[in-house]
């Protein structure tokens, strides 16, 4: 559901989907995204593990933004991702119309942000 409200929300936006934890670091590993959503429930590798690998790598990718977008309201898995850091957490709405609301809300507020991505070092 992710990827097709996503693909509606945020047209001109470019999107790799990864679909698992593993294939999440594979990519980060030699690509520079604007922002970074992910899951805690990734399967063998949840998503606050995958960003806890990329943040101690060090490099571009460790500065990327991340929104984690998740089912869970648990409040060890809030403060975790928090710690971890996260750059927000927040729980899937049960509807697709709020689900493309929150997303776009996202993506205009990243869209007008300075992003590390963007960045060249003098």
Known sequence: MFKRVMSRVA??????????????LA???TNVPDLIFTDINLGRMNGLEVIEQVRAKGG??????????????A?????RAYD???????????R?????????????????????SQLQID
């Open 60 to 73: 571009p990718a460790a500065r990327v933004p991340v929104i984690v977008l998740t089912n869970s309201r």
């Open 75 to 79: 409040n060890r898995d809030i403060l």
């Open 84 to 94: 971890v850091p996260v750059a927000a957490y927040l729980t899937k709405p049960p």
């Open 27 to 29: 990519y980060l590993a």
């Open 11 to 24: 047209k001109a936006t470019v999107m790799d989907l990864a679909t698992s934890g593993e294939a999440a």
């Open 96 to 116: 697709q119309a709020e689900l493309a609301e929150t997303l776009s809300r996202v993506i205009g507020m990243y869209e007008r942000a300075e992003l590390p």
